[in-house]
């Protein structure tokens, strides 16, 4: 994967191309507004109505509108149009000539690897490759400059005319009054679903009774009222659902209470099989390859040698895939010889071969298959956030809660990142994950594993 055009520039380039902002048109709109509330004062001053509220509009009603009025454009024409001129007249451009460089230094990778395939020289293709990336740092050093002035116009006045830190503004965590029962829902959490319940009371935990049954205090949850008020409300109930949970025998796996008594799953037997062995991380037991570097030693050596992609993301950024040829290499022989140019020459590619699947329970039961038999794995993960772009990792285990084959979930995997040489889990939102060809456009359709020979 590139790391010039990131995700995060791809975004602002896609959403500026489907909505580029029209500054012409809100300057109009700006000018209706404007012209729209004097109207609205000069009808009001000259009208002959003679009712009582009349006094109260001219001096109250009015001024407000108009005061609120001014606030507005004050903040569209200090804040909105700079901001909108930055974004089409600055930012579009610089996005679209890194896009296109970026997919200039793509193609360029392709007809490398084709290359180094055929051995075919190289040397001038690298060099070419080289000074995109430079110019590529150039662009991104101008488009974060810009994505930083633009963010430093979101400072606005609030409709009382005093200023506020910015237009997302954080709610402090409060308790409810009277007032503010209006702002509620009921909160299922066997549904997740969001309905009006009017004639709703909120229980809080205290008010549950240590003597009611499971079944009742669930019940009187599921029709609590939660108040939409920062994160306390949200939490306690957390901490109620996952009580009730440990009464009933369940466990979260986010729960940091254990539950007393609870039969333990079954776990990895490690004392049939001599090629893996006991691992701990994270708070977390993990079956690992048992290979001839460990893997916490092998964590540190990569990092201080170099042997990772962000080491020089200028020259190794697009090497995800070399650079787990050289990781799983190292791992399995104890290999001390290499270093990020080992990877950058292709070292060790011969060494792998390829596995597809469409299946991804087949591709996982590989890696089990494989894993147990002491080798590490070259793992097809995500390079963004919408796994529209391939990266390459090595897996060097999984939890020690699987004991088969069928059991692995791709959560349940340890791997190390060619980008960083970081192990790393694949259990939270933020990991990586698993994609196939079709999902970044690649030739084949499925999953894909490099595996030892």
């Known amino acids: 994967m590139s790391q010039y055009y990131t995700e995060t520039y791809k975004n602002y380039y896609d959403k500026l191309t489907a909505h580029s902002p029209d500054t012409s048109s809100i300057e109009e709109k700006i000018l209706e507004l404007e012209e729209n509330a004097k109207k609205l004062e000069s009808h009001i001053n000259a009208t002959t109505w003679k009712e009582l509220a009349k006094t109260e509009v001219q001096t109250n009603i009015v001024p407000k509108i108009n005061s609120r009025v001014s606030v507005y454009i004050e903040n569209i024409t200090n804040s909105l149009l700079p901001a909108a001129y930055k974004?089409?007249?600055e930012l579009y451009p610089l996005l679209k000539d890194i896009k296109a460089k970026d997919e200039e230094y793509n193609a360029l990778q392709n007809e490398i690897n084709a290359n180094l395939e055929n051995g075919v020289d190289t040397s001038s293709l690298k060099s070419k490759q080289e000074t995109l990336a430079q110019e590529m740092q150039s662009i991104s050093s101008e488009i974060n400059k810009i994505v930083n002035d633009i963010k430093s116009l979101s400072s606005?006045?609030?409709?009382?005319g005093n200023a506020q830190e910015s237009i997302s503004k954080t709610v402090t965590s409060k308790a409810p009054t009277e007032n503010e029962y209006s702002r509620i829902e009921t909160y299922n959490y066997d549904t997740t679903v969001f309905e009006e319940e009017k004639e709703g009371v909120y229980v809080p935990?205290?008010?549950?009774?240590?003597d009611s049954s499971v079944?009742?205090?669930e019940r009187r949850i599921r029709s609590r009222r939660r108040f939409i008020i920062g994160s306390d409300m949200v939490e306690e109930f957390l901490k109620i659902k996952r009580r009730l949970d440990r009464e009933k025998g369940i466990q979260d796996e986010y729960d940091p209470v254990p539950i007393e008594g609870s039969k333990s799953s079954s776990k990895f037997d490690f004392s049939s099989n001599k090629n893996v062995k006991k691992y701990t991380k994270?708070?977390?037991?993990?079956?690992?390859?048992?290979?001839?570097f460990g893997i916490d030693e092998y964590q540190s050596y990569a990092y201080s040698k170099g042997i990772r992609q962000d080491s020089n993301s200028a020259r190794y950024g697009d090497l995800c895939l070399a650079f787990s040829y050289v990781h799983a290499s190292n791992l399995k022989s104890g290999s001390k010889g290499?270093?990020?140019e080992t990877a950058f020459n292709w070292g060790h590619a011969g060494e792998f071969k390829d596995y597809f699947s469409d299946s991804k329970s087949t591709t996982l039961k590989t890696i089990y298959n494989e894993i147990t038999k002491g080798?590490?794995?070259?793992?097809?993960v995500n390079g963004n956030q919408q796994g529209t772009c391939r990266h390459f990792v090595t897996v060097v285990g999984f939890k020690d809660t699987v004991s088969s084959a069928s059991q692995l979930k791709e959560s349940d995997l340890l791997i190390l990142d060619s980008w960083d040489g970081q192990i790393e889990t694949m259990d939270s939102s933020s990991s990586r994950f698993m994609t196939t060809g079709s999902q970044t456009g690649k030739s084949y359709s499925g999953y894909y594993l490099r595996i030892c020979k």
């Open 215 to 217: 079944e009742n205090k």
């Open 87 to 89: 974004a089409n007249n």
């Open 282 to 292: 994270f708070n977390k037991n993990w079956v690992v390859v048992d290979t001839k």
């Open 375 to 380: 080798n590490p794995v070259i793992l097809q």
């Open 156 to 160: 606005m006045k609030n409709l009382d």
């Open 338 to 340: 290499d270093n990020a």
């Open 205 to 210: 935990e205290a008010a549950l009774g240590s």
